[in-house]
């Protein structure tokens, strides 16, 4: 069982726990994500394992609560266990010194790309890091992505802080005044379909993690399929990180909006017990 050490909110829906995991805190590296399970009656569910400390043996994840499951691991106290953790799982992000790297996050993207910006800008590389939300209040990480990044650019649909637009248009800003050698996107299918075509657009290589639906973390199940470059891949395995620019984004999105109707009642039958 795997104790809950800490939690704090960074906003009502969007939750940072730190969880007790020695192990995973020893061997986890950049893009690595864990699998788990709230009880054992529970579905299992991926998360991308945002830092780690291992002195303390803890891993760090962030929560947004969307489903059944994620509302009952934000419901979790300190002192609280998981049933079941298992990790780390996936291909770490490849990290090498490149040049000037784009690091694009989206809502809770920001999460996964907070190590991976860690990692760009210790292996000697310039960063420059843009995070995006809907609003102010769901901006996260931004002092943690401002320790490991030479700019920031916040971006927010309404303007509530920072520049008023799209990812999209912060990425064409900063690339339109330097040369950008790679760029990491992480966040919503939708928004790393757009923010893909940018990067395609100016031909600067890309790699995107893809958000879709894990279940057992071995690629046997084959929930998690999506294609790239033509052939059939699973992200649990052979990613999370994949070319962007070879990614059918388009299949993806319909794939994700397949348990809709589902999570829906699940999620009415969930509000009626509390």
Same mark, same amino acid.
């Given at each position: ?9 960074? +906003? ?10 020695? #192990?995973?805190? !020893? +061997? #986890?590296?950049?893009?690595?994500? @864990? ?8 579905? #299992? ?40 953790? @298992? ?9 090498? !010194? ?18 991976? @910006? ?8 310039? @960063? ?6 809907? +609003? ?5 990480? /931004? ?35 330097? !040369? ?44 998690? #399929? ?38 829906? /009642? ?9």
């Amino acid at each position: 069982m795997n104790k809950v050490v800490s939690k704090d909110y960074f +906003s009502e829906n969007v939750v940072r726990l730190e969880i007790e995991a020695p #192990r995973i805190a !020893k +061997s #986890r590296r950049a893009g690595h994500f @864990v699998i788990l399970r709230v009880d054992e009656k529970g579905e #299992r569910i991926p998360l991308t394992i945002s830092s780690s400390d291992t002195a303390k043996g803890t891993i760090t994840l962030v929560v947004q609560k969307v489903g059944v499951s994620s509302k009952k691991l934000c419901a979790l106290k300190p002192g609280d266990c998981i049933s079941d953790l @298992v990790g780390p799982l996936g291909q770490a992000t490849e990290v090498k !010194k490149t040049g000037t790297v784009l690091a694009c996050g989206g809502g809770v993207g920001v999460a996964p790309l907070l190590p991976i @910006v860690e990692a760009n800008k210790k292996a000697g590389n310039k @960063v420059i890091s843009i995070i995006a939300a809907r +609003s102010k209040d769901l901006i996260i990480l /931004e002092d943690q992505i401002r320790e490991f990044s030479d700019d920031v650019i916040v971006m927010t649909d309404d303007g509530s802080y920072g520049e008023k637009g799209l990812i999209t248009e912060g990425m064409e800003k900063v690339i339109a005044r330097e !040369k950008v050698d790679e760029a990491v996107i992480i966040g919503p299918a939708i928004m790393m379909k757009f923010a893909s075509e940018v990067t395609r657009k100016h031909e600067i290589p890309s790699i995107a993690s893809l958000n879709t639906i894990m279940v057992d973390g071995t690629g046997m199940c084959g929930a998690c #399929r999506v294609t790239v470059d033509g052939k059939t891949k699973f992200v649990c395995v052979d990613g999370p990180e994949f070319d962007a620019h070879k990614v059918d984004f388009d299949e993806m999105l319909m794939r994700l909006s397949g348990y809709r109707d589902f999570e829906k /009642e699940a999620n009415e039958r969930y509000q009626k017990d509390q």
